[in-house]
């Protein structure tokens, strides 16, 4: 009657995708805030934070898709 299908979300992935996310947060604040054509360390810290948080949100997107990939090719194989 009903199948009971598995669940893709759990509190430890979501952890995980945080983690990994403040990760590539970190990283790419470090990368571009050298990259910022102001003197004012305040205007650098703050559009350093924006552009590393417009990367951090394409990277947990580029991510959710690699895992929604994979997931599907490993339940095609069954």
């Not at 009903?2 to 990760?23: C, M, Q, R, Y």
């Not at 590393?52 to 194989?77: D, I, P």
């Amino acid at each position: 009657m009903a199948t009971s299908a598995k669940k893709p979300f759990s509190l430890v992935t979501l952890i995980l995708d945080l983690a990994l996310t403040a990760i590539a947060f970190v990283i790419f604040y470090w990368l571009v805030n050298s990259h910022v054509p102001s003197e004012d360390p305040k205007m650098i810290m703050l559009f350093g934070g924006l552009t590393a948080g417009c990367m951090a949100g394409v990277f947990w997107l580029a991510w959710q898709m690699v895992k929604t990939v994979y997931r599907f090719q490993r339940e095609s194989k069954k």
